[in-house]
């Protein structure tokens, strides 16, 4: 079974600051690895994601994340936040089995302080 | 603009009525999906649609019911709701049901159960 970790409930953070946003997972198998972000009253938007290749993955935004398979992890960065960045943010896996759906990450809660 | 529509956006209901939430996707894709998303906890897969057949339904109690008339709609249908069922409903869409492919989700359908 997999499961995700996000260790940080809320991450409050001063703008033009570096913030890491902290993911663990938990699988037996190969595994997908994701970022959604989620806006105040919005769904969930694709930030980026890891499929295979260089562990080091860039999205939108300004953001990046880096898997390290040895501790099983894919935390997210980004060097200076903006106020803009508030928001939910999901770290999500997907097995490679086929049909394997999306597990959920409890999500970290972004606040960029002026 | 994320191609997946939902409306409408908020729903206030009382545990007697029937109501129905409605979720369009204009990407041409072909899995769609319900999930629920409650205060404080991950997000739950509900139900998956794959060709317009249901391919999976996550012990969803039968109070809440989907419907695929075709690969661009998915309607969830509700009737006699618990307060608890009170939540943000997300919709999303995939090219097709690969792990590694990105879902689009919809803004979501926020529900009150009175």
């Known amino acids: 079974a997999q499961s995700v970790t996000q260790l940080d409930s809320q991450v409050p953070v001063f703008e033009e600051a570096p913030v890491e946003l902290r993911c663990n997972y938990s699988?037996?198998?190969?595994?997908?690895l994701f970022w959604y972000v989620q806006y105040p009253n919005q769904g969930l938007q694709l930030l980026l994601k890891?499929?295979?290749?260089?562990?080091l993955v860039k999205g939108i935004n300004g953001f990046e994340a880096e898997f390290n398979k040895s501790q099983t992890s894919f935390h997210l960065r980004k060097p200076s936040v903006h106020i803009s960045d508030t928001a939910e943010y999901f770290c999500?896996?997907?097995?490679?089995?086929?049909?394997?759906?999306?597990?959920f990450g409890p999500g970290t809660r972004l606040s960029v302080l002026p | 603009e994320t191609g997946v529509t939902q409306t409408p956006r908020h729903l206030v209901m009382g545990m007697t009525n029937k109501k129905s939430l409605k979720c369009e996707q204009h990407?041409?894709?072909?899995?769609m999906y319900w999930y629920k998303q409650s205060a404080k906890k991950p997000l739950e897969l509900m139900f998956v649609?794959?060709?317009?057949?249901?391919?999976e339904n996550n012990s969803v109690p039968s109070r809440f019911s989907p419907e695929c008339p075709n690969s661009s709609h998915l309607f969830l249908h509700l009737h006699t709701l618990q307060p608890e069922d009170s939540a943000l409903y997300l919709c999303?869409?995939?090219?097709?049901?690969?792990?590694?492919?990105?879902?689009?989700f919809g803004p979501g359908t926020r529900l009150l159960v009175l």
């Open positions: 999303a869409s995939s090219q097709d049901r690969i792990p590694f492919e990105t879902q689009y």
């Open positions: 699988s037996s198998v190969s595994v997908y």
């Open positions: 890891y499929l295979s290749g260089s562990t």
């Open positions: 999500a896996v997907r097995s490679d089995n086929y049909g394997q759906n999306f597990v």
């Open positions: 990407l041409g894709h072909n899995a």
């Open positions: 649609y794959s060709l317009e057949e249901r391919v």
